[in-house]
C-alpha cells in the first residue's frame, strides 16, 4: 500500500506564514506529479498547486505570488510553503499523489492524504 502523510497545518493569523509538508510512504516505484488541493466548508475540493518529477510546477491564481510548491525526489516529499495568508486560505489541505508502485510500465494510481487542517485567523 501506499500512504500520503501530511503535517504542518494549525493556526496562523492573517499575513503569517506555515510550511505543509507531505511524505509518500510504501512500495513506490516512482512518483509523477505531487500536489496539494484544499477543501473548505461547503465548498468543492480544488486545486492549490501542482508540481511534477522534473519540478515543474502549477499553482491556482488564487495563491500565485504567496505560496510555493517544491518536492524532494529523493525523499518522496512534497511541501508547500504559504505566506501572506488570508483568512480564506482556511481550509483542510490535502497532499494527492499519482504513482507507479513496481516498474515504468506499472499503471499510475492517483492517492489521497488524508488532510491537515489549516486556519487563518486573528
Known amino acids: 500500500q501506499v500512504q500520503l502523510v501530511e503535517s504542518g497545518g494549525g493556526l496562523v493569523q492573517p499575513g503569517g506564514s506555515l510550511r505543509l509538508s507531505c511524505a509518500a510512504s510504501?512500495?513506490?516505484?516512482?512518483?509523477?506529479?505531487m500536489g496539494w488541493y484544499r477543501q473548505a466548508p461547503g465548498k468543492e475540493r480544488e486545486l492549490v498547486a501542482d508540481i511534477d518529477s522534473g519540478g515543474t510546477s502549477n499553482l491556482a491564481d488564487s495563491v500565485k505570488g504567496r505560496f510555493a510548491i517544491s518536492r524532494d525526489n529523493a525523499k518522496r516529499m512534497v511541501y508547500l510553503q504559504m505566506n501572506s495568508l488570508k483568512p480564506e486560505d482556511t481550509a483542510v489541505y490535502y497532499c494527492?499523489?499519482?504513482?507507479?508502485?513496481?516498474?515504468?510500465?506499472?499503471?499510475?494510481?492517483?492517492?489521497w492524504g488524508q488532510g491537515t487542517q489549516v486556519t487563518v485567523s486573528s
Open positions: 510504501g512500495v513506490i516505484f516512482s512518483i509523477n506529479k
Open positions: 494527492n499523489a499519482d504513482v507507479r508502485r513496481h516498474s515504468l510500465i506499472s499503471g499510475l494510481i492517483n492517492y
